[in-house]
């Protein structure tokens, strides 16, 4: 990592800074969301500082506590009666216009490959098409949510195909990282993600992408019934 240049930290700082301002309007200026976003950013990037995500050669893998408790919470917001009041209350066009960050996402996972820390299988020149989630997005969110010109069972279809895209990512990107139950791109693995800024990839960026789409899905299966 010491070769990687600033400016491909930096941008990433800068995209994960915007993600977390659009969850932040999204959500209504939800306090108990941005609070949590929050701590598991400071957490995860003073871990990372300590190179504590490093060593995941022991079951459970350490790389796991960047996920695993925004899992939890998920499925607490959505199986609980406050939860799903605060799932329907998010502003999804806002969030549709937050998902344009993926475009941004995918040129700095292309860098980190081309600077050897990240298996090309994760990039938009691998298996990776989730840029198109982030260039479809803003008209998602225009036409879509703002001018309502788009049909529920359309804005599902498109949520559930991207949801399905970035899931792809993150499973390639699970297994590719050295620990017990690496899988894939043994050759050159998924490290970038053990480093601050990056390991805000798994633990902030994804987990807000995904609790989108999944508040979108379960709105618009509500909306069809």
Same mark, same amino acid.
């Given at each position: ?16 800074? +915007? ?13 108990? &969301? ?66 344009? +960050?993926? +475009? ?42 703002? !001018? ?34 690496? !899988? ?31 508040? &979108? ?7 069809? !019934?």
């Amino acid at each position: 990592m010491e070769t990687l240049p600033n400016y491909v930290g930096l941008l990433f700082i800068a995209i994960t800074t +915007v993600t977390i301002a659009l969850f932040y309007k999204a959500t209504n200026k939800n306090k108990v &969301a941005i609070a949590y976003v929050l701590v598991m950013a400071i957490f995860t990037g003073v871990m990372s500082s300590q190179d504590f995500f490093l060593d995941n050669y022991n079951l459970p893998p350490r790389f796991i506590l960047l996920i695993a408790p925004t899992i939890v919470v998920m499925i607490i917001t959505f199986l609980t009666k406050k939860g799903k009041a605060f799932i329907d209350s998010i502003d999804l066009e806002m969030y549709g216009y937050l998902h344009s +960050v993926r +475009v941004a996402v995918e040129i700095v996972l292309l860098w980190l490959f081309l600077h050897g820390v990240l298996p090309e299988s994760m990039t938009f020149e691998g298996r990776n098409f989730d840029i198109l989630s982030g260039l479809t997005a803003p008209l998602v969110a225009y036409f879509g949510y703002r !001018q309502r010109k788009m049909s529920n069972g359309a804005l599902l279809a498109w949520n559930v195909i991207c949801l399905g895209l970035v899931l792809q990512v993150v499973i390639t990107g699970i297994l590719s990282v050295p620990s017990p139950i690496q !899988q894939l791109s043994f050759e050159q693995p998924n490290i970038a993600v053990l480093y601050f800024p990056f390991v805000w990839l798994p633990a902030i960026v994804v987990p807000v992408v995904i609790f989108g789409h999944l508040a &979108a899905i379960r709105r618009a299966i509500l909306k069809i !019934q």
